[in-house]
């Protein structure tokens, strides 16, 4: 089971978008176009190191998401200094996703409209033990990333408080469950009742990610 991330950290400012995505940043402001071209970039390097000869435009499905090529799942994200992608073989992984954000608070009120109140006090006692780590941060981050697999299996949105989240220190992972959608139900047929990922701190980002395999394994 191969998973192959690209990732930047910079932009090219005279780079120019790909023929076929122009429209997609048509009346994007500079910084979003910026980061929109070296984010594409990247997922077609990935596509590359993964052995996929798709080298065309990555459009934008109706809800923004990206559409891959036959036979891939992928994930795009971009944050201040940092774009990335990951892609895999559908035959492997049937649902893919991976946000990144700067290791900083998450904005006031953000934390409210994220977290139940079950997941506030399971991090109580990490920001207790490890306070140099934004936990509330790494919270959000997953449920982006839970989000970004969960979408493409399913067509369904779901509100971030209705994504249940564990996060698990020792192991840099966490697991999330969908609440009121059980098991968590993907278009390929296969049925989870949950699954897991993997957060990094480093550089002065967060990264987490997703990967759901056939069947779940």
Do not use: N
């Not at 594409?40 to 459009?59: K, N, V």
């Not at 891959?68 to 893919?96: E, F, K, M, Q």
């Amino acid at each position: 089971m191969e998973c192959v991330v690209a990732e930047a950290f910079t932009d090219v400012p005279s780079e120019a978008p790909h023929v076929g995505e122009a429209d997609l940043i048509a009346r994007a402001v500079e910084g979003r176009r910026r980061e929109f071209i070296t984010a594409r970039r990247c997922a077609r390097s990935a596509l590359a190191a993964l052995g996929s000869s798709h080298q065309g435009p990555i459009l934008a499905g109706p809800a923004r998401e990206p559409l891959w090529p036959p036979g891939v799942v992928g994930s795009i994200t971009h944050c201040s200094g940092y774009r990335a992608a990951a892609v895999a073989r559908r035959d492997d992984i049937i649902g893919l996703g991976i946000d990144a954000e700067p290791h900083l608070p998450l904005p006031d009120g953000v934390m409210g409209a994220v977290a139940t109140t079950p997941e506030r006090i399971r991090l109580t006692p990490l920001r207790r033990h490890m306070p140099e780590v934004q936990w509330d941060l790494i919270l959000f981050s997953a449920k982006e990333a839970v989000l970004k697999a969960w979408f493409p299996m399913t067509r369904r949105w779901v509100d971030f408080r209705e994504i249940d989240v564990r996060l698990e220190p020792s192991t840099a992972s966490f697991t999330a469950a969908i609440r009121d959608h059980t098991p968590f139900e993907v278009s390929e047929g296969d049925a989870l009742s949950r699954v897991s990922g993997r957060f990094v701190t480093a550089g002065g980002f967060v990264m987490t990610g997703v990967a759901v395999s056939r069947g779940g394994k």
